[in-house]
């Protein structure tokens, strides 16, 4: 069946520590997205890529990084300048604008 | 810019009646789209609903419907007969134009009691 993964689900980080968060998608979707959700909240932006090779920033960047070299793989790096990393992660793609998202099942990262 | 507010926090509703979960938007570009997303307590988010800006018709899919007031920027999801599985939070979501960003409301997590 077609898909997003996203692994691990759960991910422990030291402070001043860089991790990276995995997803992959069969769905031959050409746009990926990265979101935050904090406790009670809504969903914010990091990252999207429109094509590969290809991203742009969303609305909380700061202390992330992404890569696209293949259309499948859209992995998160959370950098020890994210102050704040402590949230849960969710990855999606869609065949377009007009479309609506399919998402993975998120990573959960926790500072310890 | 763009803004999706949702304000309604919690709400109630028996199993088997219907509930309307209120969403506002503001944007200043005619063409946008209108998302509805379920979250259950396992955290993935599950595409209910779109509409767009310049359909005529509400959408609906199954048991739910958006109510589509565009001259009051209004895209209420509407649930019939709820049941148990119902229960979770729902995030209205919005695109502008045709471009890529979709942003999100703070949610509604909806209680269904049996």
């Known amino acids: 069946d077609g898909g997003i993964t996203q692994s691990p689900k759960y991910l422990f980080r030291k402070e001043g520590q860089n991790v990276t968060l995995s997803c992959e998608q069969n769905l031959n979707h050409d746009a990926m997205y990265w979101y935050r959700q904090d406790p009670g909240q809504g969903l914010r932006l990091i990252y999207y890529s429109q094509i590969v090779n290809d991203f742009q920033k969303g609305d909380i960047a700061e202390g992330y990084s992404v890569s696209r070299e293949k259309k499948e793989s859209f992995p998160l790096t959370v950098t020890s300048a994210q102050k704040n990393p402590t949230a849960f992660y969710l990855c999606a793609s869609s065949l377009a604008g007009l479309y609506g998202y399919t998402f993975g099942s998120g990573t959960r990262l926790t500072v310890v | 810019a763009q803004k999706i507010t949702q304000t309604q926090p919690g709400m109630f509703v028996q199993e088997k009646e219907a509930v309307t979960l209120d969403c506002t938007y503001d944007t200043s570009d005619p063409s946008y789209g209108l998302f509805w997303y379920k979250q259950p307590s396992s955290g993935e988010m599950i595409f209910l609903i779109y509409?767009?800006?310049?359909?005529?018709q509400n959408a609906t899919e199954g048991r739910y419907s958006l109510n589509f007031q565009k001259a009051r920027k209004s895209a209420n999801l509407v649930i019939s007969a709820s049941q148990l599985g119902d229960s979770a939070m729902y995030f209205c979501?919005?695109?502008?134009?045709?471009?890529?960003?979709?942003?999100f409301g703070a949610g509604t997590r909806l209680f269904v009691k049996a």
């Open positions: 979501a919005m695109r502008e134009g045709i471009g890529f960003k979709t942003i």
């Open positions: 509409q767009g800006s310049y359909d005529q």
